[in-house]
Nanobody, 117 residues
Framework: QVQLVESGGGLVQPGGSLRLSCVAS????????MGWYRQAPGKQRELVASIRTIGITNYADAVKGRFTISRDNAKSTVHLQMNSLKPEDTAVYYC???????????WGQGTQVTVSS
Protein backbone atom coordinates (compact mmCIF):
# COMPACT_ATOMS: atom_id res chain seq x y z
CA GLN A 1 0.00 0.00 0.00
CA VAL A 2 1.17 3.52 -0.80
CA GLN A 3 -0.23 6.74 0.62
CA LEU A 4 0.15 9.95 -1.33
CA VAL A 5 -0.34 13.34 0.30
CA GLU A 6 -0.58 16.48 -1.81
CA SER A 7 -0.05 20.05 -0.68
CA GLY A 8 0.59 23.48 -2.12
CA GLY A 9 -2.74 24.35 -3.69
CA GLY A 10 -4.48 27.65 -3.17
CA LEU A 11 -5.81 30.82 -4.74
CA VAL A 12 -3.54 32.70 -7.13
CA GLN A 13 -4.00 35.52 -9.61
CA PRO A 14 -3.61 34.95 -13.35
CA GLY A 15 0.06 34.98 -14.27
CA GLY A 16 1.08 33.78 -10.83
CA SER A 17 2.85 30.63 -9.71
CA LEU A 18 2.24 27.70 -7.39
CA ARG A 19 4.28 24.69 -6.45
CA LEU A 20 2.46 21.47 -5.65
CA SER A 21 4.09 18.69 -3.68
CA CYS A 22 3.20 15.02 -3.32
CA VAL A 23 4.84 12.98 -0.59
CA ALA A 24 4.76 9.19 -0.88
CA SER A 25 4.67 7.03 2.24
CA UNK A 26 7.67 5.07 1.06
CA UNK A 27 10.35 5.26 -1.62
CA UNK A 28 8.65 4.04 -4.78
CA UNK A 29 10.17 6.05 -7.59
CA UNK A 30 12.32 3.19 -8.87
CA UNK A 31 9.23 1.10 -9.67
CA UNK A 32 6.38 3.62 -9.97
CA UNK A 33 5.70 6.17 -12.66
CA MET A 34 4.40 9.36 -11.06
CA GLY A 35 1.87 11.76 -12.47
CA TRP A 36 -0.17 14.86 -11.77
CA TYR A 37 -3.76 14.91 -12.98
CA ARG A 38 -6.44 17.55 -12.67
CA GLN A 39 -10.20 17.64 -12.74
CA ALA A 40 -12.20 20.79 -13.30
CA PRO A 41 -15.92 20.98 -12.45
CA GLY A 42 -17.98 19.14 -15.04
CA LYS A 43 -14.92 17.78 -16.81
CA GLN A 44 -13.08 14.49 -16.89
CA ARG A 45 -9.85 13.99 -15.02
CA GLU A 46 -6.91 14.64 -17.32
CA LEU A 47 -3.18 14.02 -17.21
CA VAL A 48 -1.16 17.18 -16.67
CA ALA A 49 2.38 15.87 -16.34
CA SER A 50 4.19 12.63 -15.63
CA ILE A 51 7.64 11.41 -14.79
CA ARG A 52 8.64 7.82 -15.43
CA THR A 53 10.90 5.64 -13.32
CA ILE A 54 13.77 6.42 -15.68
CA GLY A 55 13.14 10.15 -15.40
CA ILE A 56 11.47 10.84 -18.73
CA THR A 57 8.85 13.56 -18.41
CA ASN A 58 5.70 14.20 -20.39
CA TYR A 59 3.30 17.15 -20.42
CA ALA A 60 -0.16 17.92 -21.68
CA ASP A 61 -0.08 20.40 -24.54
CA ALA A 62 -2.04 22.91 -22.47
CA VAL A 63 0.74 23.22 -19.87
CA LYS A 64 3.92 22.75 -21.91
CA GLY A 65 6.39 25.50 -21.24
CA ARG A 66 4.56 26.60 -18.08
CA PHE A 67 4.59 23.56 -15.78
CA THR A 68 7.52 21.45 -14.66
CA ILE A 69 7.37 18.08 -12.92
CA SER A 70 10.30 16.95 -10.82
CA ARG A 71 11.06 14.50 -8.06
CA ASP A 72 13.25 14.35 -4.98
CA ASN A 73 14.15 10.71 -4.44
CA ALA A 74 15.63 11.30 -0.99
CA LYS A 75 12.37 12.83 0.24
CA SER A 76 10.01 10.57 -1.76
CA THR A 77 8.42 13.75 -3.10
CA VAL A 78 7.17 14.78 -6.51
CA HIS A 79 6.69 18.45 -7.32
CA LEU A 80 4.70 20.30 -9.93
CA GLN A 81 5.94 23.83 -10.50
CA MET A 82 3.20 25.83 -12.17
CA ASN A 83 4.03 29.20 -13.70
CA SER A 84 2.05 31.69 -15.79
CA LEU A 85 -1.16 30.27 -14.40
CA LYS A 86 -4.40 30.85 -16.26
CA PRO A 87 -8.02 30.72 -15.10
CA GLU A 88 -8.45 27.53 -17.13
CA ASP A 89 -5.88 25.85 -14.89
CA THR A 90 -8.42 25.98 -12.07
CA ALA A 91 -9.09 22.41 -10.92
CA VAL A 92 -8.46 19.86 -8.22
CA TYR A 93 -4.99 18.45 -8.78
CA TYR A 94 -4.29 14.83 -7.93
CA CYS A 95 -1.05 12.95 -7.50
CA UNK A 96 -0.90 9.46 -8.99
CA UNK A 97 1.51 6.58 -8.59
CA UNK A 98 1.30 3.75 -11.10
CA UNK A 99 3.52 0.73 -10.81
CA UNK A 100 5.40 0.14 -14.04
CA UNK A 101 3.72 -3.26 -14.57
CA UNK A 102 0.31 -1.67 -14.10
CA UNK A 103 -0.48 -3.91 -11.16
CA UNK A 104 -0.87 -1.11 -8.62
CA UNK A 105 -2.35 2.35 -8.95
CA UNK A 106 -2.64 4.89 -6.11
CA TRP A 107 -4.17 8.36 -5.82
CA GLY A 108 -3.81 11.21 -3.41
CA GLN A 109 -6.76 13.10 -1.96
CA GLY A 110 -6.32 16.11 -4.25
CA THR A 111 -5.51 19.77 -3.72
CA GLN A 112 -7.54 22.68 -5.04
CA VAL A 113 -5.93 25.21 -7.35
CA THR A 114 -7.95 28.32 -8.16
CA VAL A 115 -6.69 30.94 -10.60
CA SER A 116 -8.76 34.07 -10.37
CA SER A 117 -8.41 37.82 -10.06
Amino acid sequence: QVQLVESGGGLVQPGGSLRLSCVASRNIFSTYNMGWYRQAPGKQRELVASIRTIGITNYADAVKGRFTISRDNAKSTVHLQMNSLKPEDTAVYYCNAKQWTGAYDYWGQGTQVTVSS
